[in-house]
């Protein structure tokens, strides 16, 4: 029942499948925003401070910099695809470096946040008024895929976040940027990010974790979305930061979490699952990509688990974390080497290895 072309609907599944695919492949995700990169390019341990030694066109000579030095070293046998900032794509153009090397470009598609009046610690995701021409123009200079993250709140029962209204808005907002994206041809990657900064224990994580994606593809349902030709990416379950079972919780533990979460509220349809590393450092976002697969390797041909669409990574952090500082530091054979290291791992643990 998809209003898509079947020459748009064949695109779609075929970039989907080629995001997630062959085994251990995913994307690289470099699409923060202009301040957020400014202050990580920023040298020495005083950000702030540092920073103010760059002009506004320096600085936008060093993201260009950092960026060209970032993709120059990718691989496509780990590296499937990479989300841009549209800075990146429309002003300086990088989008042909990777795919002249089979690398797949997405785009940043989200907005800026807005406050939730009636919710304070939550928000509303902006950007869907002018989406359509938006991502027309990606497509355009190249774009074949495009990512929306809405934030999730996540709190114990008795604090009660997230609120009914925000799961309902995400919920909508990302089923309407689903269908845009698909309308302009290009794969939408729905990212949920439930946070994990407060005191919910890993059951309620769960919880909130297959309230918010059943959601999600109800409403998709409702927008026509084509489900073989989407990806969603998801955080990882976990105990919040508050909790004590923070500290107590292994790797298996969130394997078994995300494991049910996924063959609970993830349609087989969907081409692909790839995780948000969330600020988690990158060995342990690493160990949860590993713990999930090897779960899956290891279930037999009749768990629900064996049937499970690819699990595998979308990490911006988790990735260039250690880079981004050899980078600011002038040290750019590290960079690269780490760069190329931190894939090559991820890579691994999207295999099980
Ligand atoms: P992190 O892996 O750093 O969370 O970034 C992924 C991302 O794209 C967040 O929107």
Not at 83 to 103: A, C, V
Not at 342 to 347: G, V, Y
């Amino acid at each position: 029942d998809s209003h898509l072309s079947p020459s748009v609907a064949k695109e779609l599944i075929e970039t989907a499948q080629a995001l997630v695919g062959p085994r251990g492949r995913g994307i690289y995700a470099t699409d923060e925003s202009v301040e957020l990169i400014g202050t990580l390019l920023s040298v020495g341990e005083d950000s702030e401070d540092q920073e103010k030694l760059f002009s506004e066109s320096e600085k936008l000579e060093r993201r260009k910099a950092w960026r060209k030095d970032a993709y120059e070293v990718l691989s496509s046998e780990h590296v499937s695809g990479v989300i841009l900032y549209p800075e990146t794509l429309l002003d300086f153009k990088l989008g042909t470096m990777l795919s002249d090397k089979g690398i797949i470009v997405g785009v940043r598609a989200n907005g800026e946040l807005a406050p939730l009046p009636s919710s304070p610690f939550e928000f509303i995701v902006q950007g869907l008024d002018d989406l359509l021409t938006k991502l027309q123009a990606a497509r355009a200079a190249g774009a074949r895929f495009s990512k929306w993250r809405a934030p999730i709140a996540c709190t114990s029962a008795a604090l009660e976040l997230p609120s009914q209204v925000s799961l309902d808005i995400q919920a909508e907002t990302l089923a309407t940027f689903a269908a845009i994206s698909q309308q302009a041809g290009l794969v939408p990657v729905v990212e949920p990010d439930v946070e994990f900064s407060a005191d919910a224990d890993l059951a309620r994580s769960v919880d909130i974790h297959e309230k918010i994606i059943g959601k999600i593809y109800s409403r998709c349902k409702e927008h026509g979305v084509l489900l073989e030709g989407s990806i969603i990416k998801p955080s990882y379950p976990q105990p919040g930061l508050k909790h004590p079972s923070r500290q107590t919780t292994t790797p298996k533990d969130i394997a078994l979490a995300t494991a049910s979460v996924i063959s609970r509220s993830v349609p087989s349809a969907v081409a692909g699952v790839v995780f948000l590393s969330g600020g988690l450092p990158s060995t342990v976002a690493i160990s949860y990509l590993s713990a999930v697969n090897a779960l899956v390797n290891s279930s037999p041909p009749n768990s629900p688990f064996s049937r499970l669409p690819p699990l595998t990574f979308s990490y911006g952090r988790a990735i260039q974390g250690k880079a981004l500082q050899h980078w600011a530091r002038g040290e750019k054979d590290l960079m690269k080497a780490t760069l190329q290291e931190a894939c090559r791992a991820c890579w691994k643990a999207a295999r099980g290895e």
